[in-house]
T-cell receptor
Framework: DAKTTQPTSMDCAEGRAANLPCNHS???????VYWYRQIHSQGPQYIIH???NNETNEMASLIITEDRKSSTLILPHATLRDTAVYYC?????????????FGKGITLSVRP | GAVVSQHPSWVICKSGTSVKIECRSL??????MFWYRQFPKQSLMLMAT?????????EQGVEKDKFLINHASLTLSTLTVTSAHPEDSSFYIC?????????????FGEGSRLTVL
């Protein structure tokens, strides 16, 4: 069963913010929200994760709603190199054996 | 972040032959490695989880005798596709984790594209 739902695709203009939504209405209290991305023909790349609070790093910001049923990944100034499939994953992250299950993700196309 | 390297990045082989793909953690000790497979325009599908020094745990529907996984050291895991057939052509990706990891951050290799003729 899918734990997250994402739109199939979206696009944005280069230099603008890209806001990628994710619904995870059945998330458990101990589950984190993770975002990975996969550029064509490469392995996935970790972007960011959060539990309750909003998070920011050098790549992106993660906004989690107060009820934790949805979140938004924000790429503040999208570039052409951000064109990729972005995966939103929920996982308890309990130790080294914790598996990540990838859904279909959202394809972000950044246009010049 | 931690670096995971796969080799080869691509391989072409004849039907019936076996192919070995290596996954190395370059700057940390990977107590656990995960092997994924990805068909064109599809998402990653977890094949198996391997812990150093023990047998791999395979996901339902993955043939353990066809996809041999060895994790003999803390920095190396190998996936051998035995008696490969064209339907095994896919993008194989490994990821690594380490003891003491408390969150779900995984480090992925660059992937290995297998084409079976």
């Amino acid at each position: 069963d899918a734990k997250t739902t994402q739109p199939t695709s979206m696009d944005c203009a280069e230099g603008r913010a890209a806001n990628l939504p994710c619904n995870h209405s059945t998330i458990s209290g101990n589950e984190y929200v993770y975002w990975y991305r996969q550029i064509h023909s490469q392995g996935p790349q970790y972007i960011i994760h959060g539990l309750k609070n909003n998070e920011t790093n050098e790549m992106a910001s993660l906004i989690i709603t107060e009820d934790r049923k949805s979140s938004t990944l924000i790429l503040p100034h999208a570039t052409l190199r951000d064109t990729a499939v972005y995966y939103c994953i929920v996982n308890a992250g309990d130790g080294a054996n914790s598996k990540l299950t990838f859904g279909k993700g959202i394809t972000l196309s950044v246009r010049p | 972040g931690a670096v995971v390297s796969q080799h080869p990045s691509w391989v072409i082989c004849k039907s019936g032959t076996s192919v070995k793909i290596e996954c190395r953690s370059l700057d940390f000790q990977a107590t656990t490695m995960f092997w994924y497979r990805q068909f064109p325009k599809q998402s990653l599908m977890l094949m198996a989880t391997s812990n150093e020094g023990s047998k791999a745990t395979y996901e339902q529907g993955v043939e353990k005798d066809k996809f041999l996984i060895n994790h003999a050291s803390l920095t190396l895991s190998t996936l051998t596709v035995t008696s490969a057939h064209p339907e095994d052509s896919s993008f194989y990706i490994c990821s690594a984790s380490f003891s003491g990891r408390v969150t779900g951050e995984l480090f992925f290799g660059e992937g290995s594209r297998l084409t079976v003729l």
